[in-house]
C-alpha cells in the first residue's frame, strides 16, 4: 500500500461492502447449498415421448431421411454457391455432401 492509501500495482484493494463475500457483511442471512435431482423427471419426458413418436417410428429411417435431404440441400448449385460451399468445406465448417448435382 501506498504512503497516500491506494493500491500498488499487484497489490490487493482492500475489501469493500460490494465485493465483500454476502456471509461476512454484518446482518446476512446464512446460506443454504439447494439441489433438485431432475433425473426421474428426465426419464418420465424420455417414455412420454417415445409414446408421442409411436411404435411405428424407425430411428434409422429418420436418420437416412435427412441425410438425403442433406445431400439435396447441397446440390444443383450455382457456380458462386459452389464456390462458396467449397470454401466452407475446405475450411471444415460444413461437411462435404452430395456430388453437387441436383436430383433427378
Not at 500495482?9 to 463475500?21: L, M, W
Not at 448449385?77 to 462458396?84: D, G, K, N, P
Request: no cysteine; net charge negative; aromatic share 4%.
Amino acid at each position: 500500500m501506498s504512503s497516500q492509501g491506494r493500491a500498488l500495482p499487484g497489490e490487493p484493494d482492500e475489501p469493500t461492502e460490494a465485493n465483500r463475500p454476502a456471509a461476512d457483511r454484518p446482518g446476512a442471512l446464512p446460506t443454504v447449498d439447494f439441489a433438485v435431482d431432475l433425473s426421474s423427471h428426465e426419464l418420465l419426458r424420455r417414455a412420454h415421448v417415445l409414446d408421442a413418436l409411436g411404435p411405428d417410428w424407425d430411428p434409422v429411417a429418420v436418420l437416412r431421411g435427412e441425410e438425403a435431404a442433406y445431400d439435396l440441400l447441397y446440390s444443383g448449385l450455382s457456380a458462386e454457391q459452389q464456390r462458396v460451399y467449397d470454401e466452407l468445406v475446405s475450411a471444415g465448417v460444413l461437411p462435404r455432401r452430395g456430388d453437387g448435382h441436383a436430383a433427378a
